[in-house]
């Protein structure tokens, strides 16, 4: 589905990654882990379009069979064509739009393409008002499936932290994705919100969309992720099942750190 | 007493802007230019400063605390208000040429070409969030694109319209592609340069524009291949309706014109709101790594934003050439564009109507204050005031930018804040405006 191989991103003197190569299968849920500075983020950004790797290539299969050479996809097609979609640490939501308004704004492409280039739906023409209402039924779905359908006309400013997480991410969904980048999902979210999350997370993968994530909080990646690959200095030290990465000495070292009973108390 | 303190300082600072400003007059002597002082006129203008310092101060503190639904309440009532208002504007519009007063279908007709310009860069700087110096440029491509198409191969009003407003989107999409990367100061610096090159190139390309003499003999706008000519021969709008010709005729005519056109800017840019082209301008506007990870083409979507914006601005120079039947250069200075730009951030970012309002205020507002000031000056006869009487007008745009700033720290966000959503599952709410982003650029 994705492979990522010998992706190398050189900020003037650093390094950030080094020579990484992972792939991820479809229908997975992949996991990448590593402490602050690893890389991660730098990863998906190269994956997502927003940095030009300077070496090594990303490639993206479709279960259809069509691939994609994503290192040389410009930001934009990334997302329209090879139709990988992500979502931010810091949540980027249009603040000043509502709900409804957020996820129709993702659903652009489609819906402009109805528009006639805009001469014929200014004049009330074609088949944009068909094609609106689809677009309101798929947002209504994905309304549904994260809880927020009675405050879909509220600004997306003004719902509380975890529901933006989740609006973020049916944002996402809204440009049918085969693969959804995740950054930090669950960050900041309370117990019942992280749950919530990861149903949310489990639902888009059975609905056929792959999955890869950064997170923090191992709760999440060890009772989700199919697959998980850990980063340590811009290189790969590990990758397997969150079972074998439990019990991987080179992780518990750099990142898991050891059971509590070496832990000195506070 | 703090209070009283701020409002002496306060004072002072009036007193060493106001002394020179307003307490320094000079006159015409016998050898040479005189200086006289107006001590009293000063004092006026400083104590005015001092107690409206006071009242501000002890306005603030008693409604701090209130302000937040205060304000909510506010905008309510404006958007209560808001639907009255618009059908009112446009009845009133319709109807103002039947006062038959020469003068305000005149100023009508001023401050609907404004209204135009001010919708026109609402597309850009309110909702695609593009701040634009350079508008003017547009409104300058547009009239000497009408001006010569018309002069040289003989072309009417109808036919060039379209072409003006064409040749105007050529050019906005040409000073978008250099500007594409740059946000914010940066982009509203090159914006600037970029209106002050075209004017720069109306002056120095004599051969085609004539310079800084201008073009003049732009013709007429027709009404179905019919003249409004002072003549009355044939094929003229008074032989065909059989009525001594007047002026009045082409004046009021040129006033629906432009009513038609602003109607149209208004009509297209809030059709285009409910588009995914506007939603994507305002997702813009809102944050733009967001919308190139939806898959939104970043550049074309600015493209269409300046071009559409451009168009606008272009069908309204094409209608000021034609009322105007004379163009030069000095007609699109960049005081035009601030003009422009301070009419659509006075009105409220992204707010049609607060445009319109913004732009009845402040153009026709400023010349309803000039007649204001010179029948006070006539008034005043008292000798406390001599001297200062008859020059009140001069004072226009002093109290005008003075109301300016007052409005500005009273409503930030402008004459309507706020954003109206372009769809609703239920019901339609308006955003409060501290959450819409104003846009970097």
Known sequence: ?266 | MTALRDAFLSALVALGLFAPLVGLVTTSGEHGLLLELRPIATAVVVGLVFLGRLIVLSRRGRTRTASAPSNRALAEKVSKAGKYVTPLLLVAAVALPFTGSRYYIDLGTLVLTYIMLGWGLNIVVGLAGLLDLGYVAFYAVGAYSFALLATNFGLGFWTCLPLAGILAAFAGVMLGFPVLRLRGDYLAIVTLAFGEIIRVVLINWVSLTNGPNGITGIPRPTLFGLAFSMDGGPGTIADFFNVEPAVIQRIVFLYYVILGLALLTNWVSLRLRRMPLGRAWEALREDEVACRSLGINVRNTKLTAFGIGAMFGGFAGAFFATRQAFISPESFTFIESATVLAIVVLGGLGSQLGVALAAIVMVGGLETLRDFLSFLGDQMNSPLFSGIASELPLYRMLIFGLALVVMMVLRPRGLVSGRTPSVALHKVRDIAPGLVARGRG
């Open chain 1, 1 to 266: 589905m994705l492979s990522v191989s010998g992706l190398t991103m050189q900020f003037g003197g650093l390094r950030a990654v080094d020579g990484l190569s992972f792939q991820a299968k479809a229908g997975d849920i992949t996991a990448v882990i590593g402490p602050n500075g690893a890389g991660k983020t730098t990863v998906f950004n190269c994956i997502t379009g927003f940095y030009r790797p300077s070496g090594g290539s990303i490639g993206l299969t479709h279960p259809g069979g069509a691939s994609h050479k994503l290192h040389t996809m410009p930001g934009h097609r990334i997302a329209s064509a090879a139709k990988v979609a992500r979502t931010f640490q810091n949540i980027r939501l249009f603040a000043g739009m509502t709900v409804l308004e957020n996820l129709l704004v993702a659903q652009h492409n489609t819906l402009m393409a109805a528009t006639g280039f805009g001469v014929l739906a200014v004049l009330g023409l074609g088949r944009y008002r068909a094609a609106e209402a689809a677009g309101i039924e798929k947002a209504k779905f994905w309304l549904d499936a994260i809880g927020l359908t009675a405050r879909a006309d509220d600004p997306a400013g003004a719902l509380p932290y975890g529901a933006q997480r989740r609006l973020e991410i049916a944002r996402a969904m809204c440009i049918d994705p085969v693969l959804l980048c995740l950054d930090e999902p669950a960050a900041g979210l309370n117990p019942r919100e992280s749950d919530e999350l990861n149903k949310l997370l489990m639902r888009i993968r059975d609905g056929g969309c792959s999955l890869l994530l950064i997170e923090h909080d191992m709760g999440v990646v060890m009772r989700i992720s199919d697959h998980i690959v850990v980063l340590d200095h811009g290189r790969k030290i590990s990758d397997g099942t969150p079972a074998e990465i439990r019990n991987d000495p080179a992780v518990i070292a750099a990142y898991l750190g050891e059971g509590e009973e070496d832990e000195v108390p506070a």
